[in-house]
């Protein structure tokens, strides 16, 4: 790695990925210079830390009505450590992470939860940054619109812990000798469990990881397997492989991140005990690995990896995520958005927990697909049409 520090923008740095990337970034101060960090607001006094401990220029929050208080903890905490107050520059509003997004860094890791990072994405790549994409959701919904604003190849590191392992397996080898791409799920807190027995459980059953601690919309789609959905288009459109050429397992220990398999009958993983930060800790700083991220495999304690199929008779998000990818356009858009809603009441205790994909696919099957070239208000009129129509099922119910 070149000598001078990388400068970085963390959008969603109050969130899981973006505490787990300051943490990273914290203990390689050399290695790197965070320039801009961003939220949505809810967590005023964790921001204003942030902002004071990695020497920021800007902070960024997209609900307006935080500005104030976002600006008083900054200046109250600069004081405290004898600086100037308002040496750091604050915006808010609904498009300042896609402002901070598109000011150049070198890269910037896109932590946010939902599409509502797409425009982020789009100006990140636009800007000729390296973007780390966690924010699966603006890749999926984007589609060829994401592909479009990349100015060079390889300007998306994935952060997401398969598309992290993919990347690295596929070291390995030329794209012509990849045969198939293995993507693991843990299965959730419900692998096992027939549909009947789905009914009844509640936000926080469904909270309950069995290995990974995420934010709260992450946790509720590994649950019901949309976040192996989301994955297996993310993956087809970052490695260019087709969704039948994607096989969705269930590896329950959460060790084995995914796999490349080639075409002489060679299968390459990446394991590593579960722990965002060795992703994290790659996107900040791809191709080099940094020391020292995180604990590896203890391979002289007895363990065992175990691997089964995903039952797409009761966890369907999966068999939808295939068909979606295929209609490609606004479906994929179409897809999350009605997710996105339904997570939303299901946390709010309005729906039960199979109405989720249940209303996905009522959704899907309205959904006539309108543009011919996708654009980007093609994919907001969609998603719109979608959440609404999600609304109405559901409020029928
Ligand atoms: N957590 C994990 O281990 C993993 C997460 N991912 C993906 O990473 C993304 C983030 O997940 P996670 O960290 O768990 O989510 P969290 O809910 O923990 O964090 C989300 C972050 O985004 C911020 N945010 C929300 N809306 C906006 C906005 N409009 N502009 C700027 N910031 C905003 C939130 O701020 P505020 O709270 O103030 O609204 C918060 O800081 C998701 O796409 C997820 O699927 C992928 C793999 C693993
Ligand atoms: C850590 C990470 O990448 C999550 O997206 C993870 O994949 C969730 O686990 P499952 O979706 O496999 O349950
Ligand atoms: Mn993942």
């Known amino acids: 790695m070149s000598s001078s520090p990388r400068t970085v923008s ?3 740095s109050t969130g899981s990925i973006g505490t787990q990337a300051v943490d990273v970034i914290t203990r390689h101060p050399t290695r790197f210079q965070v320039e801009a960090i961003s939220a949505g607001g809810r967590d005023v006094d964790l921001l204003a830390e942030q902002a004071v401990a990695l020497s920021v220029r800007t902070v960024a929050v997209a609900d307006e009505t935080r500005h104030g208080p976002v600006r008083d903890a900054i200046d109250a905490r600069l004081r405290q450590a004898g600086r100037a107050a308002g040496s750091v520059e604050v915006v808010a509003g609904s498009d300042a992470a896609t402002v901070v997004a598109g000011s150049g860094a070198d890269v910037v890791l896109n932590g946010i939860t939902g599409s509502v990072g797409l425009a982020p994405t789009l100006a990140a790549l636009r800007a000729g940054s390296t973007l780390a994409l966690a924010n699966k959701e603006s890749l999926v919904v984007g589609g060829a619109l994401v592909g479009a604003a990349q100015v060079r190849a390889d300007q998306i590191v994935p952060v997401d812990s398969e598309h992290s392992a993919i990347a690295q397996c596929l070291r390995s080898g030329e794209p012509r ?10 299965g959730g807190p419900f692998r096992g469990r027939a549909r009947d027995a789905l009914k009844p459980v509640t936000p926080s059953e469904a909270l309950a ?3 990974w601690t995420m934010g709260p919309v992450v946790t509720i789609n590994s649950a019901t397997l949309m976040n192996k959905g989301l994955e297996l288009i993310e993956a087809h459109l970052l490695f260019d492989v087709p969704v039948a050429d994607i096989t ?3 590896h329950p220990q959460s060790v084995v991140h995914s796999m490349v398999e080639f075409i002489d009958g060679s299968t390459i993983a990446q394991a590593s005990p579960p722990d965002m930060r060795l992703p994290i800790a790659l996107g900040l700083s791809w191709p080099e690995r940094l020391d020292e991220v995180a604990s590896p495999c203890s391979w002289t304690d007895p363990t065992a990896w175990t691997f089964e199929p995903l039952d797409e008779t009761v966890f369907g998000a999966v ?3 295939r068909h979606v990818a295929d209609l490609s356009g606004t479906h994929p858009a179409v897809y999350n958005a009605a997710n996105e809603e339904c997570v939303a009441a299901f946390l709010e205790g309005r729906i039960g927990f199979l109405d989720i994909v249940d209303t996905v696919e009522k959704v899907l099957e309205a959904h006539v697909e309108h543009a011919d070239d996708l654009t980007l208000d093609a ?13 109405e099922i559901l409020a029928r119910r």
């Open 248 to 250: 969705v397992v269930v």
């Open 209 to 211: 990881h069995p290995t």
């Open 177 to 186: 000798e990849v045969r198939r791409l293995i993507l693991t799920a843990s």
């Open 10 to 12: 963390i959008l969603g």
């Open 379 to 391: 994919v907001l009129t969609a998603e719109g049409w979608a959440r609404a129509r999600a609304r």
């Open 319 to 321: 068999r939808l995520a």
